[in-house]
Structure formats: C-alpha cells, structure tokens
C-alpha cells in the first residue's frame, strides 16, 4: 500500500491553513457575491485579555453555521470586533498603572491571535473596536439626532458614591453595599444624568415581541415583563389637612373601596411635608434604616416587610374613608409613583403587613356563593368574585365593575384610566474615563449646546492620569473640558460624563454591514441588504439589557431614515454556559477534579465527596485555558469538544475525558483516510447514474452515508443539534472501518471501493463546520484541487436511503424480547402477524392472551400478554 501517514499534528496543519485562509480572503464578505444573503453574528466579546472556554463555545456554534451555510450556496457575513469600552480597563489603571487604551489595544492584539488560532471563520477587513474615535464618532453622531428630536435629555438622578473616594461607583464596583476598593459604606447621591427616551418605544417594542418567532420564548418574556405594560387607573388620594395629594397607580381599580391603609416608598418626597412633628424622628430613622438595608441586601432575596406611621392619613375619593398612611420597605419610588394604595382582604403583602400593624381589613370581593367573615381570613383573597362594601357596584362581577368605577373617578375628577409602563427612560451617563464622551458643551449664557457635527468625534484624550479619586479623570484634563461655545463664541466646558457602553453595542451589527463608511454610520444599501442579522448568537444574560436596547436603537435609527427595517435580529440563539463539575473536601470545601486525584483533597488527603457543578469564571478561579487544550491537542479539537458535549442553548459540563476522546476520534478519522490514501488514489467516488452492482455490504454502507449526510444536514440547518451531528459522524466512521475494501485489494473500478471513496468525502465535508483544518487537510489527501472551504456541501441521494427491510424491536410487557425484519411501510397487521410468527417471540407469547399491540412504524412492536 506504500507509505502511510497515520501520525495526526493538528499544530502543523492548523497552522497551514490558517495561513492558506487568510492568504486567500476566504471569509471576505460582499454585496455582489452570489447567493441568497445569510448574516451570522455572535455577540462581540469585551477584550479582556485572554478567551475563555465559553467564548470558544460561542464563536464555534456561529462558526458552524457560517461555514455550513457557505457551502450550501448562500453569501454569508460573518464578522468580528470588541466592545472595547469599559470599567475593567479603569480598574487596571487603577490597580496596575496602565493606561486603559493600552491595556485594551494589548488584548486585543492578544485575542485576536486567539480567535484566528480557533480556525474561525471571519471577515477581518470589517473588525470593529468600539474604543477607536471613527466608531465613536458615530455614538455622538446619533446622540445629537436623538438630542434633536427631544429623544436624549438630561435630569437629576440617583448614583452610587463611595465618601471615602470620593468617586461615583458602577453597580459593579459595589459588593454587599461597601466600596469594591476602601470596603466603605456606598451612599445615593443625586447628580445631573443624560437619558435617552427608550420609553417612547414601548408599545412597538412590545407589540414586536410577538412577530419575533426565531427567539427563545423565555428571553421574549423576559423582555415583556421589563417593559411591564399595565392597563388600570391613576387615582389622586388627599392628604388629610392639607392641600397635599397621593397618586397611586393600581391595575385593581375594584379594589379601591377595600383601600384600609396607604404606603409609600421610603425615600418619597412627600413624606417630608405629610409627616407630622411627633412621627418625624421615626420616619427619618426608618428611611435611613432602609437605604442602608438596601444596599447591604441587594440580590439577597425577600426582605421581612417593615413600615412606619407617618401620622398623615389621606381621603378614599370613592367612599371617604380617612386611611393612615405608612412608609414602607417594599414600596420603590423608582417603580410607578412610588405609592402603592394597600387592600390588606386582596394583595397577600398587604395581607400580611397589615396583621403585623393591626391594620383593618375590609373585604371588597366575595368568591361567587360565599361570604368570607374578616377575622377569620387566612390569607388574601386575590380572584375574581362578586363586589360587596362598594356602593353603588354591589353585586356585580369584579371584572365587569373595573369600567364603571374608572368612569367614576372621571367623574368626580380624582383619577382617570391609564396605561403604565415598568420601563424607564434609559440613563446613559457614566462618570468614568473610559466610554465615548458625550458630545455637549455647557455655556453659561446658552445653557447645553450640541457639538457641531463637523466637529465630532469629541475624542477622548489619553493624557489623563489615575488615582481612583474623585470624579472621572477628565474633569482634571483642562485640554479637554476648556472650550469656546459653538453658539456665541464665549468661554464654556464640556460635558465630562461618558456614555454607557451599551450605546457602543446597541448598534454595532450595523457598522459591520459598511465599515469603512465615512458621511453616515453605515451605508443604507449595504444595511438593508445585510439587515437584519439572521442568526444571532449569544448569552441569555443580555436579554433585557443589551437585546432590549439594540432594538430600541434599531427602531430610532429607523425613524431617522438611515434604514427601512423594524427588528435587528430575526433568529436569537441563547447558548448555555460552560460548568466544571466539583468535588468537596470536609476541611477545605469544594474542590475541582484535578485537586482531588484518587479521590482524596490534595492539600490535606481528606476523602472527598461529589460537589456541585459551577459555572467557570475568573472569580470562581476554575477557568480551563482553551491556549492549554489548544496546545496539546488543537483547535479542531476544542472545538468539537465544545460542540459535542451538549445541545447548543444547554449547559456544557466541561471534561477532560471529554477532550481526550474528541482528540482520539479525529485520529480516527486521520488514520480512516490516510491508512487507505494509496488504495483509493485515483478512484472516483460512487455515481448510481452508470449503474453497476453492488454487494449488500456496499448498498449497506452507501444508505448509511447518505442517512448520515440527510441527518447531519437536518440537525444543523434545523435543530443546531450540533452534538447528534456529530454523534452520527462518529457512527458512520465506525461503518467504514467495518466496511473498508481496501483490505481485501479491491481494483480502482470496483463499484464498492468508489462507495467507499465516496462515503471518505461525506465524511470529511461534514466534518468541515466543526473541525476545519483536519477536513481541509484531508479533502486535499483525497485528490480535490478546490479546497473544501469552496467546495459545496454534500447533497443526500434519495434513492440510497430505500431499504429492503428495517430491524424492528418487540418488546413484550416492556422488556426486548425479540428483533424481526420487516419491510419499510408495512401495515400494522401484517407487523403483527410477523412478529407472533416470529420463533423468539413465540418462546414469550405461547399459551398466553395479547391484550394489546402497538406498532410504531418502522421501529418498535409493544405487546401485552397475560
């Protein structure tokens, strides 16, 4: 058979066609190709030095789509770039003496060796870094669009402040309500704040929830409970004594004569002009007492709910009742009007708080044929029923009395149907160094005056310094915060606040479709070619932050002209997170395989016992370094590995075993090919269309081939059932080393040798999306002069996947009892008559009754016999 090479060195082969890839623009993207357009994205990664396991998980799934749909004809974008603005590289200048801009261009540099060492297969030319001024240019471009239009505004607002430094703090940079740096208490402070106005969106960002058919259901959900529509009344309550009122917003307008006490959120600005003298002290303490409660307990859960009198009671428009009004710990001045009218008989919180008060309950609604007695009342009654204690709507069906007690209000001109919102106006401020600046300029005689457009970008400068103290660096960069107003030419300053980085990712799909534009963020033709993008890719953590705020930017760059389409995104895949399994020492607590060998701690020798499995990340320190797996097995490797241990939206259990037996089935299909190269030169692969006859064994192993090509197919294009894909990759390897003809000196024309020719290159095109190099390295082997990267994707005969029979399973009171062959699309009785003829079947069925039989065609036979 002449020299074999069987020794697989995915370094030497990864390297070659990476090089080969890039020499050859073979991802290059354009408008003129042929093709029906396919625009593939994965969430742009922040750049924060190194990959993880969970980007290499990430980018391999759009990897294979990418590749996949490119082989089967359609002109696919697949691009890449960083969301390289943020708090880390802050934090690093901080804590290293780094300036951010290097330290984000240093990892850049690092990751993008990484990805392009990954084998993934993307249009480099269009890479953008939100962090360069001609990306940012085009944020402060669209902010004075939406400054324009009334849709970006500026107001007071609440911000974390540390005293000690003397610096606002993200809500990331606050850990159990101390400062992330001097461990101080965190305090609210109000500063002035840009907003952009998301909320005039609501409804369309609602309404469109519900045409988005190619996104998980739960992200859409998600997303509908952010927004928080709600249809109900707004309702003025008098402060008793004063000229003072309480707006409330209530979805339970039939509740209202149930109304027994009212609370407000504890930081409410009325309660400093309804308190009285003798509750004052206690109402400040109570606030404080909640503030800090607040920021210690954030994310802890459910809080007891606590209140305070204020002394104050306010008038019930509808029945004049006189209810006392409390301070609450479970009332939000950010959520609605920072009031909630409490119906203790109805709503179980107010239930209970009112128990814990003694606070009368008074019931409103009956359950249809009964009559609930107060103090025998165990919990709320919260279902529809028939109206009691409500005046003129006694009797009637709560449901039906929600109109005529809206009306009433109107009426008597204390309160009005209403439609509200839980979304909020988005605040974009950020008193940080490293964002885009907002491009604004304060003078004293015009007030806030935009940049000119020529003018822009406002870049952010680089001679700054860090000493995390203080306000952002740029209030002490008197080269950037001095400038004359555009307007009248006197002295001014610029607006130090930057923006957040999700403006720079609310829009980036958009710069990929003509990166290189220079009069408009993007060109509009390139946009509604390439737009909307037709498969997205990424984690289920952004679903109302980021995927909420890129349709929003879709929607308002819409309604500037730029393009004519309502959604960004058609198809949204939500992969899992990557886990490391732990194991957990009675001294030393949980521990990762690799520390506790043999079954004992590696510190201490203790026997350990299973843990809990982890999701992997820095601050768990259990990160597994794809450069490691990279190194010692490659990527093709990693990649199948990441790709094979679990459908793609399920979490992946990261194994090494896991690693280890991916790396020996690509040996496999190394040693598959090469062993036999000298057998199968010059053959061509099997065509029916001559004829020729085949042996069973042939014909078997031609329907395997073409099943396994229809299943691969189906599981990408339809399911993104990687993991089976690949599953029947392996199987059909497995039939070809049963197969193979080459042992017995079968001749070129031999009709089984040109099947197995042919089964070689489906098996090696398939694998082309998940393992690259190795696919392409071994297309050439086989005598193709086109790489396979060029190649089209292998079409499934139809004709070769008819049997003469299938195996059938009998089951018999359900265990396997037997296995008959049948002929594809028998009837059900004649499967029956079959398998009780069959000499297995009759050791089980003999001098016994068939209570039942269940045929599932082409598969399995269920009997009960008694």
């Keep these: 058979m002449g020299e074999i090479e069987v020794r697989y060195d995915p370094k030497t082969i990864e390297a070659r066609w990476q090089s080969i890839w890039e020499r050859d623009g073979a991802f290059k993207a354009s408008r003129d190709a042929q093709g029906a357009k396919y625009y593939v994205l994965e969430m742009f990664p922040y750049p924060s030095g190194k990959i993880h396991m969970g980007h290499v998980r990430n980018y391999s799934i759009g990897d294979v789509l990418a590749r996949f749909l490119t082989m089967r004809g359609c002109n696919v974008l697949h691009p890449m770039g960083w969301d390289s603005f943020g708090l880390p590289a802050e934090n690093a200048a901080i804590q290293h003496g780094i300036h951010p801009a290097n330290w984000t261009r240093e990892n850049i540099t690092n990751m993008k060796t990484q990805l392009k060492r990954m084998g993934l297969g993307y249009d480099w030319d269009r890479e953008v870094a939100t962090c360069l001024p001609d990306y940012y240019k085009w944020n402060q471009w669209i902010f004075l669009k939406l400054f324009e239009k009334g849709m970006a505004y500026k107001k007071r607002s609440s911000v974390n402040w540390c005293p000690s430094c003397l610096t606002v703090l993200a809500n990331e940079q606050v850990e159990d309500g101390l400062c992330w740096r001097c461990s101080t208490i965190v305090d609210a402070k109000e500063l002035e704040q840009w907003f952009l106005k998301i909320t005039a969106y609501a409804d369309e960002l609602l309404d469109c929830t519900y045409k988005l058919p190619g996104w998980p259901e739960k992200v859409l959900v998600m997303q509908r409970n952010w ?126 708080f009112a128990k814990t008060y003694g606070l009368p309950v008074r019931v409103v609604i009956n359950p249809p044929s009964q009559t609930f007695d107060t103090d025998a009342m165990e919990c709320a009654y919260a279902d529809e029923g028939v109206m009691v204690n409500s005046g003129r709507f006694n009797g009637m069906k709560n449901t039906d009395a929600m109109k005529g007690i809206v009306k009433l209000l109107e009426e008597k001109g204390v309160g009005k149907g209403s439609i509200t919102y839980k979304l909020r106006d988005w605040g974009i401020s950020r008193q940080r160094y490293w964002g885009c600046p907002i491009p604004i300029v304060y003078c004293q005689a015009c007030g806030a005056v935009p940049v000119p457009y020529n003018d822009l970008p406002v870049v952010l400068p680089e001679d700054v310094s860090f000493t995390g103290k203080g306000l952002s660096p740029l209030v002490e960069s008197p080269g950037f915060i001095g400038v004359k107003c555009p307007k009248c030419g006197s002295k001014a300053r610029r607006e130090t606040d930057t923006m957040d980085t999700f403006v720079d990712s609310s829009w980036y799909f958009l710069r990929y479709c003509s990166p290189m534009a220079t009069g408009l963020p993007f060109d509009k033709k390139d946009a509604e070619y390439w737009m909307p993008v037709d498969q997205y890719v990424g984690g289920i953590e952004h679903a109302v932050m980021h995927l909420l705020y890129a349709r929003f930017f879709t929607k308002a760059l819409r309604d500037l002209g730029l393009h004519g389409f309502d959604e960004p995104f058609t198809n949204l895949l939500t992969q899992g997170m990557v886990c490391k399994e732990t194991q957990k020492c009675p001294e030393h607590g949980f521990l990762f395989p690799e520390e506790a060998a043999g079954g004992k701690c590696g510190r201490c020798g203790h026997p350990v016992e299973a843990g809990a499995v982890e999701k992997m990340s820095k601050s768990k320190k259990n990160v597994v370094d794809p450069d490691k797996i990279i190194e010692k097995y490659g990527a093709d490797t990693t990649r199948l590995f990441s790709l094979f241990a679990a459908p793609p939206e399920k979490d992946l259990d990261w194994s090494a075993d896991g690693v280890e037996g991916s790396y020996r089935f690509l040996g496999r299909v190394w040693r598959l090919v090469n062993e036999n190269l000298s057998a199968v030169k010059g053959v061509k692969a099997y065509d029916p269309r001559p004829g020729g006859v085949l042996s069973s064994d042939a014909q078997d192993i031609r329907r395997i081939t073409h099943e396994t090509i229809k299943k691969v197919t189906h599981d990408i294009e339809e399911r993104f059932h990687f993991n089976t894909a690949i599953s029947a990759i392996m199987e059909l390897v497995n039939a070809l080393y049963i197969f193979n003809p080459c042992r017995d000196g079968a001749s070129p024309e031999d009709a089984g040798l040109r099947v197995f020719m042919e089964s070689l290159n489906a098996v090696v095109a398939l694998l082309t999306p998940f393992a690259p190099h190795i696919a392409e390295e071994l297309w050439e082997k086989l005598g193709h002069t086109t790489a396979l990267h060029k190649a089209r994707w292998p079409v499934y005969d139809e004709a070769a996947l008819k049997r003469d029979s299938v195996l059938v399973v009998v089951q018999i009171n359900g265990k396997v009892r037997g296995k008959i062959n049948v002929p594809p699309g028998s009837t059900e009785d004649a499967v029956r008559g079959m398998a009780l003829g069959d000499e297995k079947v009759k050791e089980w069925t003999r001098d016994k009754t068939l209570k039942k039989f269940v045929y599932v065609p082409n598969k399995l036979v269920s009997m009960v016999v008694s």
């Design 227 to 352: 927004i928080g529509r709600s249809e109900g009344a707004e309702v003025s309550f008098k402060v008793d004594g004063t000229d003072e009122a309480i707006k409330i917003f209530t979805t339970r307008p039939d509740t209202l004569y149930g109304v027994t006490f009212m609370s407000l959120a504890a930081s409410h600005p009325l309660l400093a002009k309804i308190t009285t003298a003798e509750r004052k002290a206690d109402v400040e303490a109570f606030a404080a007492k909640v503030k800090a409660d607040r920021r210690v307990n954030r994310g802890a859960g459910e809080e007891i709910k606590e209140g305070v009198f204020t002394g104050a009671y306010c008038i019930n428009p509808l029945n004049g009742d006189r209810a006392p009004v409390y301070a609450a710990n479970f009332v939000l001045m950010e959520y609605g009007t920072g009031a909630v009218m409490a119906v203790p008989a109805h709503d179980q919180r107010d239930f209970e």
